[in-house]
């Protein structure tokens, strides 16, 4: 039966950005695994009240809705358990501590660098959603949040141990990518998408590391629809 992913769509239909749908499309096409996506906007609500949830991405599998981008990854080692992508025991507190890591950590200073690119590049009709929702989780005006230096220096300064396994290994998970590889690749494929924005300096093992996770899985990142092509 057809899996069905509903994801974040911008002010082109084209233009997929979310950070917890890119950690799903990852988590599919390293399991090997076809889907249509349909684009959903932030007022689109209604679409969504099958899976009782607010957000994207929600994943449609056959008889199965699963909501929550990092459940929606655990379904998946669970329903398609060749190469697993969080695994089980030790290795899933692993891959949740790193999710914790990326949302706590690294996400706060991506928004600061490319706020005000996010804002332009979703849909008008969520523009005014968009501000609200993001200026009161903030405490302040979007153009006060974009800082793209001090976004820079903050995200350099959190991402030093990620630097340190690069220099070890070609992926987080080692030598091939992982769920914990994909966790970070949402995050920095967000600001990609939306943005000409340099997140961490050419060179830098974590540049390398993010061109090499365009390239995997027969390039499905790096074939996907950026604001370059717009
Ligand atoms: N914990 C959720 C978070 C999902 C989430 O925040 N998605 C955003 C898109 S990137 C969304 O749908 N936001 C809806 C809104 O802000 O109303 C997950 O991991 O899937």
Partial sequence: MARIL?????????????????????????????????????????????????????????????????????YLDKAYPEAPVLGEGISYQR????????????????????????????????????????????????????????????????LAPVRDQLRASLFIDGGEPGGADYLLFGSMMWAYSVSLEVLVDEEDPLDLWFKRMLEVHGGVAGKATTIRDL
């Fill in 6 to 74: 509903y994801d974040l769509c911008g002010r082109d239909e084209r233009l997929r950005f979310s950070p917890y749908c890119w950690r799903v499309r990852m988590a599919m096409a390293h399991k090997g695994l076809s889907f249509d996506t349909v684009p959903w906007r932030f007022l689109e609500k209604e679409a969504l009240a099958f899976a009782n949830y607010d957000k994207v991405p929600v994943l449609s599998d056959g008889d199965t809705v699963v909501t929550d981008s990092f459940e929606i990854m655990r």
């Fill in 95 to 158: 891959a949740l501590f790193f999710k914790r890591f990326v949302e706590r950590s690294v996400t706060p200073p991506i928004f600061r660098i490319v706020a005000m690119d996010l804002l332009e590049a979703i849909d008008p009709s969520d523009k005014a959603y968009f501000r609200e929702t993001r200026e009161a989780r903030f405490g302040a005006r979007l153009e006060e949040v974009h800082q793209p230096e001090q976004g820079r220096r903050q995200l350099k300064r959190v």
